[in-house]
């Protein structure tokens, strides 16, 4: 049996110690059961930024909509229920037009 592998450009969201939101743009990879991001899209053995094992303790989280910079943003956070503060959040800008958007290249 092949492995299934899914990647893409993913946008991680997250807030620094004074309370300013940033955000990176991140090249996701999930295989198998992991999780994993970089700054570019993978070459021969590179090492990820962060990682995350997903298995049936893995949650995702509805943080609902926050504002980065003026403009309002939908984010997401998944975690492993055992270690709470290994988190992965992402947003999404305005779903809406990435759906219209999406459509119209069908």
Not at 17 to 30: A, D, P, T
Not at 34 to 54: C, E, F, G, H, S
Not at 93 to 102: A, C, Q, T, W
Request: net charge positive.
């Amino acid at each position: 049996m092949s492995k299934v592998v899914h990647e893409g450009w993913m946008v991680r969201y997250g807030r620094r110690k004074i309370g300013r939101s940033f955000i990176h743009m991140r090249y996701f990879v999930l295989e198998n059961r992991l999780l994993a991001y970089y700054k570019r899209k993978p070459q021969d053995n590179q090492v990820p930024l962060n990682t995350m094992l997903i298995d049936g303790n893995c949650r995702v989280e509805d943080r609902g909509l926050k504002t980065h910079h003026g403009h309002m943003v939908y984010v997401l956070s998944v975690y492993n229920k055992k270690e709470k503060y290994h988190r992965i959040t992402f947003y999404a800008g305005n779903m809406l037009v990435s759906i219209k958007r999406r459509n119209e290249k069908r």
